[in-house]
């Protein structure tokens, strides 16, 4: 296996980063644009640890690749021979692709090679082979998948679980409260972050057995409850942190993309309907791109995998090169951040309160 | 109690609709508004049958707001002395408010003395008095609300439960799916509503065990059951009736609310930052125009509540007169089409299929 190429820079530690070659729509040129796009000054100033990258999937296909584009040297290779596929369910994949991208990328985290894996690819392969590789944290149950909400003023929202876990006890929704938690005060540098629990009211007596269950634990932690909010307060500035089941916040992230392309499909068709409007539409366009850029999924593209024994992030499979890199960025944060570290040891506090 | 004040076309029955003066955030003052604008020809050029209207509440409050109007010949009014508040609590509605004009409408409608109650008030005490005064048609558990959703190319779907039951077992979903597809055929005149199942991904083996099940249940029926949809299909032509339970739905609802929401002051706000893009915006006015009334709630406010031994319609608490008299004309298309006869009918030949 090669070894990262990074230098130390005294008193910090790198940040090693592997993507995934093979994940994605569009890979793997989406992903060798998206490395030329980290190797540049202006990515690397976002972090005062020195970043390293390498790229895992199948030699043949990637190593041309980089050669193309000159970063031979500066990037990494690890090979890996297979490819896991959208259509692969989780269970094939985890054991008759033992050699695929995920599967390599997945150990050389787990070994400490590297600090942290992105993909663009399948999801549920992508958590299957984590969880079995990586194993969860102590005091975790079960990782979960966390998702980044657009919010008025240039706000943000974490939702938490966004999909892996179909079915939650209290406790786990108290683990993903706790990871959410710790994921927004190590990322966004937010001291105490507003938790909320999705519900269907405000008051105490809405919503389901498990989360009236979860509501009174929740009141009893040190986590900055601030109660039940609600489907319109995903982009409020009013809660930092949204606890869900996976059912429901999956339910919850798609309905926001439908919602949103239903606008802009309706507005555009309204836009085009007449000369003047066209005319108008011309000279709003710097506006409406703005507009597009702002609420544009890409921004926040990088759904961490929290409650693993090492960092995962899992890129939407759609992503461009631009919205890779936001992964990516978000997969260097968690490491600088300590991210893991700092979740073992809030859940331990937890536990000993 | 006045006789309603109607007259009956030869072969066509009445439809009488007794509205709820003091539900909403703008009643009375919305709820006349609406009446008077029912009262039009052409308002009534949509039913065969003939339409007769009344108003439910407390007399010296809507006995002088109709004759400012001079439409109080036209209306009936029914004295109720009571009225339930936004924040009471259903029980407390229930127990305490017996006069109010929610019960005195529901216990109407139980009566045959109307055909339906329109009430904006609060949802929860209207569907537990309801519930007890009106008790559900035969084969159902639970009664419902579904929710009118805009799609692409003025399509519609039809999404129950919006939020009366947080927690649902596959029976009482399927009752959902007969109840929906039954609604759409009588109101929109669909002959085989395609009914989908709100779940995280297209695949059988996604979604929770209740989900599960009720999908291998549905595909048993005579439904034209299409397997599990998502979110994202919500606003697409690929389905007439989604099915959920009422948690689910309602942070599916709230959440559009809230996209809807955040995009409209994210497109706000870059519109007018700059004078160029003011411009824009003022030549494209009309078309933005437009596309809020494509996408503007009230087009589609008037939410039924299924599966009751009578029909009630639940209005948007803040929604404007034009909006209220949607509401009202989801009434009188339910009765036009006998939907609580429908219904029975389906539940009744599903059981003996």
């Given at each position: 296996m090669?070894e990262?190429?990074?230098?130390t820079s005294?008193?910090d530690?790198?940040?090693?980063i592997?993507?995934?070659g093979?994940?994605?729509?569009?890979?793997p040129?989406?992903?060798?644009d998206a490395l030329?796009?980290?190797?540049?000054?202006?990515?690397a100033?976002?972090?005062?640890?020195?970043?390293a990258?390498?790229?895992v999937?199948?030699?043949?296909?990637?190593s041309p690749?980089?050669?193309?584009?000159?970063?031979?040297?500066r990037?990494s290779?690890v090979?890996?021979t297979?490819?896991i596929?959208?259509?692969d369910?989780?269970?094939?994949?985890?054991?008759?692709?033992?050699?695929?991208?995920?599967h390599?990328g997945?150990r050389l985290?787990?070994?400490?090679s590297w600090?942290?894996?992105v993909?663009?690819g399948?999801?549920?392969?992508?958590m299957?082979?984590s969880?079995?590789?990586?194993?969860?944290?102590?005091g975790i149950?079960?990782?979960?998948?966390?998702?980044?909400?657009?919010a008025?003023?240039?706000g943000?929202?974490?939702m938490?679980?966004a999909?892996?876990?179909s079915?939650?006890t209290?406790?786990h929704?108290?683990?993903?409260?706790?990871?959410?938690?710790?994921?927004m005060?190590?990322?966004?540098g937010?001291s105490a972050?507003?938790?909320?629990?999705?519900?269907?009211g405000?008051?105490?007596?809405?919503?389901t057995d498990?989360?009236k269950l979860?509501?009174?634990?929740?009141a009893?932690?040190?986590?900055n409850?601030?109660?039940n909010?609600?489907?319109?307060?995903?982009?409020?500035?009013?809660v930092d942190?949204?606890?869900c089941?996976?059912f429901?916040?999956?339910?919850a992230?798609?309905?926001m993309?439908?919602?949103?392309?239903?606008?802009a499909?309706?507005m555009?068709k309204?836009?085009t309907?007449s000369?003047?409007?066209?005319?108008?539409?011309l000279?709003?366009?710097?506006?409406?791109?703005r507009?597009k850029d702002?609420?544009?999924?890409g921004?926040?593209?990088?759904?961490?995998?929290l409650?693993?024994?090492?960092?995962v992030?899992?890129s939407?499979?759609?992503?461009?090169?631009?919205?890779?890199?936001?992964?990516i960025?978000?997969?260097c944060?968690e490491?600088?951040?300590?991210l893991?570290?700092?979740?073992t040891?809030?859940?331990?506090?937890?536990?000993?309160?």
């Amino acid at each position: 296996m090669p070894e990262p190429d990074h230098t130390t820079s005294e008193g910090d530690r790198d940040i090693r980063i592997l993507v995934d070659g093979h994940g994605g729509d569009s890979a793997p040129t989406m992903v060798l644009d998206a490395l030329e796009m980290v190797l540049s000054p202006k990515f690397a100033a976002q972090f005062s640890a020195s970043l390293a990258f390498g790229v895992v999937g199948q030699e043949e296909v990637l190593s041309p690749l980089l050669r193309e584009r000159g970063i031979e040297n500066r990037i990494s290779l690890v090979a890996a021979t297979d490819v896991i596929e959208m259509c692969d369910s989780p269970s094939h994949a985890l054991r008759r692709k033992k050699d695929s991208s995920i599967h390599v990328g997945a150990r050389l985290v787990r070994d400490g090679s590297w600090d942290a894996l992105v993909s663009a690819g399948n999801t549920g392969a992508l958590m299957a082979i984590s969880k079995v590789v990586l194993k969860t944290l102590p005091g975790i149950d079960r990782p979960a998948i966390a998702s980044m909400i657009p919010a008025v003023n240039d706000g943000c929202t974490l939702m938490l679980d966004a999909g892996a876990n179909s079915e939650c006890t209290s406790d786990h929704l108290i683990q993903f409260a706790i990871m959410g938690s710790c994921y927004m005060q190590a990322t966004e540098g937010l001291s105490a972050p507003r938790v909320g629990l999705l519900n269907i009211g405000s008051e105490d007596i809405k919503g389901t057995d498990v989360i009236k269950l979860t509501s009174t634990k929740l009141a009893e932690t040190d986590l900055n409850y601030i109660g039940n909010v609600e489907g319109t307060d995903l982009f409020g500035n009013d809660v930092d942190v949204v606890v869900c089941d996976g059912f429901v916040g999956n339910v919850a992230l798609k309905t926001m993309e439908g919602t949103a392309r239903f606008l802009a499909s309706s507005m555009r068709k309204e836009l085009t309907s007449s000369l003047v409007s066209k005319a108008g539409a011309l000279l709003a366009r710097s506006a409406l791109n703005r507009f597009k850029d702002r609420v544009n999924p890409g921004k926040y593209n990088g759904a961490p995998l929290l409650g693993l024994n090492g960092i995962v992030v899992k890129s939407h499979g759609g992503a461009d090169a631009e919205a890779f890199v936001s992964a990516i960025a978000v997969a260097c944060k968690e490491v600088d951040a300590n991210l893991t570290d700092r979740i073992t040891q809030s859940v331990q506090e937890m536990v000993e309160a």
